[in-house]
């Protein structure tokens, strides 16, 4: 992350939460299969142990499909180019990552993809079976069959970082609606808003590499998959406080997450240290310091919004008092969130020892938004900055991340949400 080394912020002084990592459960290819009939081509992974996957493609030749396979264990065998059937000409395996591995295949004919599914075992079947079944089509056709990517999430973030429109106002020449527009008119389930916030930027490239990997990149990258798998799980509202290499202060990043409603902020950052042996993630959250610290600015510029309750009518004193309230809940939030975070990250990747630490951390400083700092791996450890540049960790490591954010809201947030709502929390 830089900070500790480089700017100071970080001032640790209590240590809570362990975790240890469990062991990995690896997939192992047994090998695939090509079903090739008139248009259709099945292309068939029998796998002993379930898949996890990601798909991604390009436009490279007639077109080229790429599986990433996360804990995938290939013979040396499986890694040489072959010739395939169908729309496939030839296909191959290369290791991804430390426990990944990502198919190649390329098209003879051009094609797009039809429908992705597992089998599980069953009856005398006791392989799983990752089934893609590709039918021709045009290059565009191709890509737009693709898992959807998010190359630019400005219009997202702007939509859920504008103010919300005036509804005292109709339009001058409002036709009455029809019943069934009525219908229609029922307001959406409300979602739950999460920052994602990749650290540094720009002209502060955080900590980097000994081959060279600079933080900000790969915090970016990591940032990016993350919101792509929640926007799909379809329950959060996201917003990123960078998409691109931009220089982004703390405080503008704190502001962003409560300008926008956040229900839960995450940074996304990459450690450094000069003992280069130590590796594995660890979470931070704000310090009893850090509460102090934020008190004080609060003070400072009278700020007393929290949790929907604007305390200033109150006078300086009460003020203060339901500000503390404030962030107790706060804190115990973003450790119940950090807990999470470390149990869906044990064994998906290394974890640092008693990984949840709590610190002075500028950008964890909104007393109303739960909020963690995720180390992800150490940048100066060789291994991890490997994984940190591997689209199979980030996609391992980044699902993680997003199960416990479906966690952490099921056991928690839900509830947490509502009682704000219901302006019963104090
Ligand atoms: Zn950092």
Do not use: C
Not at 262 to 273: K, M, N
Request: cysteine-free; charged content about 25%; overall charge negative.
């Amino acid at each position: 992350m830089g900070h500790r080394l480089k700017v100071g912020l970080l001032s640790l002084f209590s240590w809570t939460v362990f975790a240890v990592a469990g062991p990995l459960e690896a997939a192992q290819l047994l090998g695939v299969r090509f079903g090739p009939k008139g248009d259709v081509t099945r292309v068939v992974f029998d796998l002993m142990g379930a898949p996890d996957y990601a798909i991604y493609g390009d436009d490279s030749g007639n077109g080229r499909l790429m599986i990433d396979f996360i804990d995938l264990s290939l013979s040396p065998a499986d890694q040489a180019y072959r010739p395939g059937q169908g729309h496939i000409g030839r296909y191959g395996f290369a290791a991804a990552g430390e426990e990944g591995a990502r198919a190649v295949l390329d098209f003879n004919k051009t094609a797009k993809i039809k429908e992705v599914f597992v089998l599980e075992p069953a009856g005398a079947v006791t392989k799983h079976r990752l089934v893609v079944d590709l039918e021709t089509a045009d290059m565009p056709a191709f890509l737009a069959s693709l898992p959807s990517r998010y190359p630019d999430l400005t219009a997202v973030i702007e939509q859920a970082t504008a103010p919300a429109p005036a509804t005292a106002e109709p339009p001058a020449a409002t036709i009455p609606p029809s019943p069934s527009q009525k219908e229609v008119a029922a307001p959406p389930p409300e979602r739950l808003t999460v920052v994602i916030d990749p650290g540094h930027g720009g002209a502060d490239p955080g900590a980097q590499g000994q081959s060279g990997t600079l933080e900000k990149n790969v915090n970016l990258a990591a940032a990016l998959l993350l919101a792509e798998i929640l926007e799909k799980r379809g329950r959060y509202k996201i917003v990123l406080t960078r998409t691109g290499d931009t220089r982004i202060r703390p405080d503008a990043r704190e502001t962003l997450a409560r300008n926008a409603g956040a229900d839960l902020f995450i940074s996304l950052h990459a450690d450094a240290i000069a003992q280069r042996e130590l590796r594995g993630a660890s979470v931070y959250t704000l310090s009893e310091q850090g509460s102090e610290r934020s008190a004080r600015i609060a003070k400072e510029e009278g700020d007393y919004v929290f949790y929907d309750l604007d305390a200033s009518s109150y006078g300086e004193d009460v003020g203060g008092i339901l500000l503390k309230k404030a962030q107790d809940k706060t804190n115990t939030a973003s450790s119940l969130f950090a807990e999470s975070l470390i149990e869906n990250l044990s064994g998906k990747t290394p974890l640092l020892n008693r990984t949840h630490r709590t610190g002075d951390l500028r950008v964890l400083l909104a007393p109303d938004v739960p909020a963690v700092l995720l180390e992800m791996a150490f940048i100066s450890n060789a291994k991890d900055e490997a994984n940190l540049n591997s689209p199979v960790w980030r996609a391992r490591a980044m699902k993680a991340v997003a199960d416990s954010i479906d966690a952490y809201f099921e056991e928690y947030g839900d509830r947490q949400y509502a009682s704000n709502r219901a302006g019963g929390a104090y």
